[in-house]
């Protein structure tokens, strides 16, 4: 699943896990999870991590090639987070028909930047459940509160503001290119229309794969 910071892809993967029986692999889960871990390759991320150094694509490569290993995977995977680059993408074909024998199926979901500006300055949330609101979109029913803990007031992130939402979204743009070029060359790579809702987002995504 491929996408820009607020198009969806999250709420797409996890929707798949839960209709198809498919795990849903994301590269933040697979981090914190090697953090409470004491194998050789999670003690290697872990000095890793406490040094502040980037995780190189080889050792995510790794860690991705043992997460998909496991029984859960058997039938298949959504991917959430991975690849990130060209050179990552060309490693996941190598695990994915050497070792896995599957193919690799790239969807992005695709929303226009100005929609992406209006998604991510709206967004609140509550502290206590997490429910995630927009003050555009999904504003809740008293401003400012939490629809089912109105004692808790919305907080708004910080780099939730128009400046860092257009670095953040430059930086997405010019680092996915060379990853989409990658599957749009193998003809490997479908556009959902990700404005749409939700479930019919996901119609059009199931039937793709």
């Not at 890793?48 to 298949?76: H, P, Q, W």
């Not at 050179?87 to 790239?106: D, N, P, T």
């Not at 930047?113 to 609101?133: A, D, H, K, Q």
């Amino acid at each position: 699943m491929i996408g820009a910071p607020g198009a969806g892809k999250g709420t797409q993967a996890r929707l798949l896990q839960e209709r198809r029986g498919i795990p849903q692999i994301s590269t933040g889960d697979m981090f914190r999870e090697m953090k409470s871990l004491s194998t050789p390759l999670a003690l290697e991320v872990q000095k890793i991590m406490a040094e502040g150094k980037l995780i190189s694509d080889d050792i995510t490569y790794e860690i991705v090639k043992e997460r998909t290993s496991r029984e859960d995977c058997i039938n298949g995977f959504v991917l959430d987070g991975y690849p990130r680059t060209a050179v990552q993408a060309k490693q996941l074909e190598e695990l994915a028909s050497a070792e896995l024998g599957m193919e690799i199926q790239a969807i992005e979901v695709d929303v226009p930047r100005e929609e992406l500006m209006r998604r991510l300055t709206g967004r609140w949330s509550c502290p206590v459940c997490g429910e995630i609101y927009n003050i555009y979109s999904k504003p809740p029913k008293i401003e400012g509160v939490c629809d089912f803990h109105p004692d808790a007031g919305l907080v708004h992130r910080a780099d939730d503001n128009e400046e860092s939402v257009n670095t953040r979204l430059a930086t997405y743009e010019s680092s996915t290119k060379p990853l989409l070029d990658f599957y749009r060359v193998s003809n490997r790579l479908q556009k959902v229309d990700g404005t749409k809702s939700v479930e019919d987002i996901y119609k059009e995504i199931d039937g793709l794969i």
